[in-house]
């Protein structure tokens, strides 16, 4: 009677756990097995890799927290879907006055999702507090240019700026431009995440860091980037790999940033999913240290450039995903030209590489250290390394030997000069040329590599302050010719911009474009 | 057993017999269980500022920064300098380490540079996953474990045994990523069963927005969610049942031996000889003496199970505090490191203290020793 009961004990709690688990429906589909929370037709699960730093736009300079800003707060102007110029969102128009004055003009009736009235006050209040506040991990430096700002009535806002910069309207269109609540928002200190109100087209109903988001549609937005979703949820993974899983199980229905190329490769095989790719704008290349015996010496440099085998490198290490990449310039920008191809051509020249070290003396095969990064970039980062290796040693000009650390520490041994050549990729700020050549370029570049040219420098100063855009191109087109001659850096390629999702879902491939901004209000689930 | 059996008039300081080193007007005396929990308590002091000092130590002496990890790959190294200055990291390490234990001592853990969470708010916000995670582990562990272990002890070297054996080597020896990966791809998917999160977003959201405890699975119970409830744990199965498959390869073992012992000593053999059946022998006898060792067992895997239960949320995608750290030794945040670690060591400290309070009431020896 007594193991009877024990049995009959256990197995009612088995019965009940199952009944509980049936109660959830326990099918993948997430949207299928939360029946806790009510469900409309365009609801959709967006899972992704990245990481949010703040949610408050004067805390975070990274894609993640900006992704989630752009969809809780509105900026002057926007970059649409594919489109190369900005359009009108809390401003109707932005326009410069002369290269060192843009006045911008805030549509009339704009509401906080809280109902506050939005006005220039507002705006000033947004880059002013921006700039004061110049979080550690803040974007403020993008204000940099910004000297003061006036607000002559409720729906005008005039930037002064410190020197002529046509690059400021593209920099309005960042969330770093995002504007804030002065009613909420404290002018000295970040807001905590929990508390963001915004004007954009969703607000935030519950953030947990690290582990979601959760938006609905905001009721006083009356711009053009319209909800399709009633509610959006944005679930972050650790890294690529529950991510696949989670998109292979349906327990998301798009998957962005970032599988890797070869989940790429094997979800189109299976075809059960939708493997979208869309332009893209990030850059991958390798960086000279001016400061070692080799990457002082221009003709190593140049030899280089000969020798690297771009296609190889695309396909092999990249299963085809990226694009070769010849100019510090991604193809699309106004004055791009491959100048690298121009330079040194298309394919791997070993002779020339051999000619060019001969006439300077210079005795093969060179030692060479080439550095990378084994998972800040992914995990296709070491193949990508290791097929220029032997690329480079195939010629029988260089003895290339390749080393590697991790991010933190990678940072600090390429600034003591621990590699000749080291890795680094870049996703753009905004969308213009000029965020291709100033942060490389000038003085060396933010990774301070050494390289200096006086031309380089002016040329970049004049390219910012031009009005004329056919003299600008000329000048932008300049600055890739003499990187190319110079060779501070050698383009590898341009990435694009892949999403994986159900095929029940609607909007994704059109905000699949070089900005990187994944445009959750504009993206719905069929049915 | 003559030890423990004279101890049990005495053994909690009530007795009315005054031992030998029993000072006359001595409130405890040695061997009383309050003098033992109040050494024990001195002894945590040390342990935790040696602990502080080593995790502040390594964390600087450790490449990299916070600023570096979050922006190194956009702004120039003066930008970072500045930006480093004005957090305060370029000041005189002695400073910082002394600051720091200040903050601690006054339970101050501070906030993250990351991200600007207060400590105490990730504690709350996903200390109720790693618990319900580490739980149910745990209740697995202990399901799988003792069965099994009793079995291959009641049947030395049968391949039964054998079998039991190598399958609790196997489960504490491989790596708990190793084994997720494989639940992920080979139970999950047969099963339909969800390979991430400690939820559906949509039940998480449900419950979150009514948090009484910010312990998922007790708000959706209080909440009286069913539906919520059933998500919840249905998450748990697969996250569970790796964490306590590394943890029952010792429970197996441990019970194994202890049975094994228990079945050879004289009390068990005097059972026999009385007529008592084998198997009420085994249950009643040696059963239940072998398994008291295991208290001591549980207090010694708490450390073992948070640190899988890091692997294993990292690998289920678990909105726990190992995801939470782990994310925060990427990012350098000293601040968030130093506090989860502490918060942890604290954990791993007060269950040792509680385990050797429990030996100590079960088995008086233990406080003379």
Request: aromatic share 8%; charged share 20%; with cysteine.
């Given at each position: ?6 049995a ?13 688990a049936?109660?959830s429906?326990?099918?993948?589909s ?11 037709g365009?609801d959709y ?19 993640g927290s ?5 969809a ?7 970059i649409?879907?594919n ?11 932005c ?19 809280n109902?506050h ?13 921006n ?9 403020s ?6 000297d003061?700002?006036?607000t ?5 806002v ?11 309207i ?31 087209p ?17 009721p006083?937005?009356?711009g ?7 509610q ?12 696949r ?19 790429y490769a ?15 704008s990030?850059?991958?290349y ?68 051999k ?17 990378y990064?084994?998972t ?35 940072q ?16 753009p ?18 990774f ?8 380089v420098?002016?040329l ?9 855009t056919?003299?600008?191109?000329a ?5 890739q ?24 879902m ?9 900005t ?12 | ?20 080193t ?16 109040l ?8 342990m935790?500022?040696v602990l ?5 130590l ?6 990299g ?17 500045e ?17 720091y234990?200040?903050?601690?001592a ?8 990351s ?9 709350r ?87 009484v405890?910010?312990i ?12 919520a ?5 249905v ?26 012992q ?14 008592i ?5 085994v249950?009643?006898?040696a ?8 208290v001591t ?73």
């Open positions: 009677m007594k193991n009877t009961s024990r009959a004990r256990a197995a009612a709690g088995v019965a009940l756990a199952v009944a509980l049936g109660c429906g326990t099918a993948p997430a949207s299928n097995s939360d029946s806790a929370g009510a469900s409309s365009g699960i967006l899972g992704t890799t990245d990481t949010v730093t703040a949610l408050d736009p004067a805390g975070a300079y990274d894609i900006w992704n989630l800003q752009y809780m707060f509105q900026q002057l102007v926007v649409p879907a489109g190369a110029t900005e359009a009108p969102d809390a401003a109707s128009a326009t410069y006055g002369d290269a060192k004055t843009v006045t911008c003009t805030l549509n009339a009736g704009l509401k906080f999702s109902g009235d939005l006005t220039s006050s507002d705006v000033k209040f947004s880059f002013e507090r700039l004061k506040i110049a979080a550690p991990n803040g974007a430096v993008l204000l940099g240019s910004l003061t700002i006036d002559p009535d409720a729906t005008t005039v930037f002064h700026l410190k020197q002529a910069d046509l690059t400021f593209k920099v309005l269109t960042t969330a770093a431009a995002s504007i804030v609540d002065e009613e909420v928002y404290p002018a000295d200190k970040l807001l905590d995440d929990s508390q963001v109100v915004g004007s954009g969703l607000m935030l109903e519950s953030y947990t860091a690290g582990d979601q988001a959760v938006f609905k549609a905001n006083n937005y009356t053009d980037r319209k909800a399709q979703a009633s959006v949820f944005v679930k972050y993974y650790k890294d690529s790999s529950p991510l899983q989670a998109v292979e199980n349906n327990e998301v229905d798009v998957a962005w940033r970032d599988l890797t190329p070869t989940d094997d979800l189109t095989s299976k075809g059960a999913l939708d493997v979208i790719q869309g332009n893209g990030s850059f991958r390798w960086v000279w240290q001016f400061g070692t015996d080799v990457g002082k010496q221009k003709a190593i440099r140049q030899a280089a450039a000969y020798l690297i085998d771009r296609e190889a490198i695309a396909k092999d290490a990249y299963d085809g995903t990226v694009t070769p990449s010849y100019s510090i310039v991604p193809a699309g920008f106004a004055g791009q030209k491959d100048s690298f191809k121009d330079a040194y051509g298309a394919a791997p020249d070993a002779a020339k590489a000619q060019v070290l001969a006439d300077a003396g210079i005795q093969t095969p060179v030692k060479i250290t080439i550095g990064t084994p800040h970039y992914g995990p296709n980062a070491v193949d990508e390394a290791n097929l220029l290796s032997e690329q480079l040693k195939a010629s029988g000009l260089f003895d290339p030997k390749t080393e590697s650390a991790e991010w933190t520490q990678y600090t041994l390429y600034k003591q000069k621990a590699y000749d050549l080291f890795m680094l990729g870049w996703y700020d905004f969308l213009d040329a000029d965020n291709y050549l100033t942060p490389f370029l000038v003085d060396g570049g933010f301070k590599n050494g390289y200096s040219n006086s031309k420098n002016e970049v100063k004049q390219e910012q302050g031009e009005t004329d056919a003299k600008r191109d000048r932008i087109g300049e600055l010719d003499i990187t190319a001659a110079d060779v501070p850096l050698i383009p590898s390629w341009n990435g694009k911009n892949v999403a994986v999702s159900s095929k029940s609607s909007g994704v491939k059109d905000t699949l474009d070089p990187y901004i994944f445009r959750l209000w504009a993206i719905s689930k069929k049915g | 057993m003559a030890v423990s059996g004279s101890d049990k008039s005495e053994g909690t300081g009530r007795g009315t017999g005054r031992r030998p029993e000072r006359k007007g001595s409130r405890v005396s040695r061997g009383s269980l309050p003098r033992y929990i050494a024990r308590i001195g002894l945590i002091i040390p935790m500022w502080l000092t080593l995790v502040f390594l964390l600087r002496v450790a490449p920064d916070p600023v570096s990890a979050a922006v190194g790959g956009k702004l120039d190294p003066t930008v970072i300098e930006r480093k200055t004005a957090l305060g990291l370029n000041r005189p390490l002695i400073v910082q380490y002394f600051e234990l200040w903050q601690v006054r339970f101050d853990f501070g906030q993250t540079i991200d600007n969470r207060p400590i105490t708010m990730i504690v916000d996903n200390g109720g996953a790693t618990l319900t995670l580490t739980i149910g582990a745990f209740l697995i562990a202990l399901g799988i474990g003792i069965p099994l272990g009793l079995a291959a002890g009641r049947a030395r070297d049968s391949i039964r045994d054998v079998a039991i054996r190598l399958f609790g080597i196997i489960t504490y020896a491989a790596p708990i990523f190793f084994i997720g990966l494989l639940m992920q791809m080979f139970v999950a998917r047969p099963l339909g069963l969800p390979t991430s999160g400690i939820a559906g977003p949509r039940t998480q959201f449900t419950v979150q927005s009514r948090p405890t910010h998922l699975l007790v708000d959706a119970l209080l909440q009286g969610n069913m539906a409830l059933g998500d919840i744990l998450h748990h199965i697969l996250p569970c049942l790796t964490l306590g498959l590394l943890i029952c390869g010792v429970f197996i073992r441990l019970v194994r031996v202890n049975v094994l228990t079945l050879q000593s004289d009390y068990v053999e005097a059972a026999r000889a009385r007529g059946p084998e198997r009420q022998v249950r009643e006898h059963f239940r003496n072998a398994l008291v060792p295991v067992v549980v207090g010694l895997q708490a450390a073992m199970l948070l640190g899988g239960a890091v692997l294993t949320e990292n690998t289920f995608n678990w909105p726990g505090l190992g995801t939470q750290l782990v994310h925060y030794i990427e990012a350098r945040d000293y601040i968030g490191v130093q506090g989860l670690v502490t918060f942890f060591a604290v954990v791993v400290v007060l269950i040792s203290l509680a385990v050797d309070i429990i030996n100590a009431l079960i088995d008086p020896r233990v406080r003379y020793s």
